[in-house]
């Protein structure tokens, strides 16, 4: 019997746990997994301080002011893959990632005794890599949602956990769509946990067939043709705001 198909005591002691996220979306499950009773976080893994805005201020990540608030001891590696031993060394029983920023190397993968959890802000298969929460309203849909799955070596190709659906009216902007994903994913994640650590969650394979992969957006991506359908560019508008923007050329003037 492998180490994922042991059912775990979680009553007789609280489950060691390392926490991985970076930007805000993180903040609200970070906030959930702190709360839980269940839960001791042994360790917080962020990215570094970087330049912010236009004075381009050092600035901590929001995932790093939480856990120093919380007193909580926080990791900032330039490389996770070098961080091995040390994820090994803090021993934890499962390792929970919300929009960390950084692909989890196999090595580390294999640590935890019940594996690693992802929580994706799409309906998987659907929208796989970073920008999920901008494509459902690029692409007109009708609703998005959350997965939690358990990590594996592809791109978001784990098998899921659990989902929750959003619907979508069509008037949504992308903070819209960031801060309902970002609550809903918080409200289903220690339940998830739970569920999982006491054998109740038989994990479900994706179906790589319906599979869409999204790519990282840069500032180029807000360039608006007009050669598009009004609709087209109004849906990029509110897709693209506030990152990246959208912008156009206007008598050899950009305008955003």
């Not at 926080?74 to 090994?88: D, H």
Request: with cysteine; hydrophobic share 40%.
């Amino acid at each position: 019997m492998s180490t994922l198909e042991k059912k775990p005591n979680i009553t007789s002691q609280k489950v060691r746990l390392i926490f991985m996220g970076t930007p805000e979306f993180a903040l609200p499950g970070f906030s959930a997994l702190i709360d839980a009773s269940e839960i001791e976080i042994v360790g917080v893994f962020t990215q570094t301080d970087k330049p912010v805005g236009r004075k381009q201020i050092i600035s901590p990540p929001p995932v790093k002011e939480m856990a120093l608030k919380h007193g909580l001891r926080v990791f900032q590696p330039k490389k996770i893959n070098l961080e091995t031993e040390t994820i090994r060394a803090l021993k934890p029983d499962l390792i929970v990632v919300i929009a960390y920023g950084k692909i989890i190397p196999p090595a580390i993968l294999d640590i935890p005794t019940y594996g690693c959890v992802n929580v994706h802000a799409s309906l998987l298969p659907k929208y796989r890599g970073a920008a999920c929460l901008n494509a459902p309203i690029l692409n007109g849909d009708s609703e998005t949602g959350v997965t939690i799955m358990r990590m594996e070596t592809g791109l978001d190709t784990g098998p899921i956990l659990r989902q929750a659906k959003i619907k979508l009216n069509g008037r949504e902007s992308l903070k819209d769509v960031h801060d309902n994903l970002s609550a809903l994913g918080a409200e289903i994640l220690v339940p998830t946990l739970k569920d999982l650590l006491a054998g109740k969650i038989i994990p479900q394979a994706q179906d790589d067939s319906r599979a869409s992969y999204i790519k990282t957006l840069s500032k180029e991506n807000g360039r608006i043709d007009w050669n598009q359908s009004a609709s087209a560019i109004e849906r990029m508008v509110r897709a693209y705001n506030p990152w990246p923007g959208t912008s156009a050329v206007c008598q050899d003037r950009t305008i955003k």
